[in-house]
């Protein structure tokens, strides 16, 4: 199932805590081609796994927040299996998943992104940009 509603976030896409400000890293290039991205008709999808969006950093990137999605955890499938379905949808340009999925399948499900015109990107945890 799918969550429309848009949380916003105050240390998703910095590294630094809570309670202090941070500058945002602004070269990053998965955020770059989001931009480019958001500009399609379909959504940008992000999976249950992945932090959510923060609303300024995606904004300070050009990205157009209304697309994107923040999925729910599904009850009975994997992650894996989530992507798969988003892909095979043909309503997503982007889909921003957990690093946490295996390499191997990482490139499955680019291929099979590509055969969709999507494009999938595997956010790891440690990244500063990301959390």
Request: proline share 4%.
């Amino acid at each position: 199932m799918l969550n429309t509603t848009f949380h916003y976030s105050d240390a998703i896409y910095d590294s630094c805590s809570v309670n202090r400000h941070c500058v945002p890293q602004l070269n990053h290039p998965i955020l770059s081609r989001l931009a480019q991205l958001s500009e399609q008709r379909q959504w940008i999808l992000y999976t249950a796994q992945c932090p959510r969006p923060h609303y300024q950093q995606l904004s300070m990137h050009r990205i157009q927040c209304h697309k994107i999605i923040h999925m729910k955890a599904s009850r009975s499938g994997s992650e894996i299996d989530i992507v798969l379905k988003a892909i095979q949808s043909g309503n997503a340009s982007a889909i921003v998943a957990s690093a946490g999925i295996d390499k191997a399948n990482q490139r499955r499900l680019q291929h099979m992104a590509k055969q969709h015109q999507c494009e999938v990107f595997f956010l790891n945890k440690t990244s500063p940009v990301f959390h």
